[in-house]
């Protein structure tokens, strides 16, 4: 079955960065959309950043929050995706989760994708 496993996640201190990566195995990259989604405690899991994978490039989209801080990539051959961020917040603090979708629709809503990987802590103090 399709896995995904987050790495890069940890601590650091406000304006700070931290570089994720999400490892895949059993799923093809091209034609389908991955995204990264966060999660603070007591609040719903919210989009981040996600990526329509297509074969001779791809559609990328951001939430308003982390616009011009964060920057999402993928490598097809390593079957990996990344997600840079730099001038972190305390409010980017939360449980940063790897998901992916069959198919390229690159909706923002977290019940549209299907596979999920088990998150990475990301804390940012001030």
């Known amino acids: 079955q399709v896995q995904l496993v987050e790495s890069g996640g940890g601590s650091v201190q406000a304006g700070g960065s931290l570089r994720l990566s999400c490892a895949a195995s059993r799923y093809t990259f091209s034609g389908n959309c991955l995204g990264w989604f966060r999660q603070a405690p007591g609040n719903e899991r919210e989009g981040v950043a996600r990526i329509y994978i297509g074969s001779d490039g791809g559609t990328i989209y951001y939430a308003d929050s982390v616009k011009g801080r964060f920057t999402i990539s993928q490598d097809k051959a390593k079957n990996t995706m990344y997600l840079q961020m730099n001038s972190l917040k305390p409010e980017d603090t939360g449980m940063y989760y790897c998901?992916?979708?069959?198919?390229?629709?690159?909706?923002?809503?977290?019940?549209?994708?299907?596979?999920w990987g088990q998150g990475t802590q990301v804390t940012v103090s001030s």
């Open positions: 998901a992916a979708r069959d198919g390229g629709y690159c909706t923002g809503q977290y019940n549209g994708y299907k596979y």
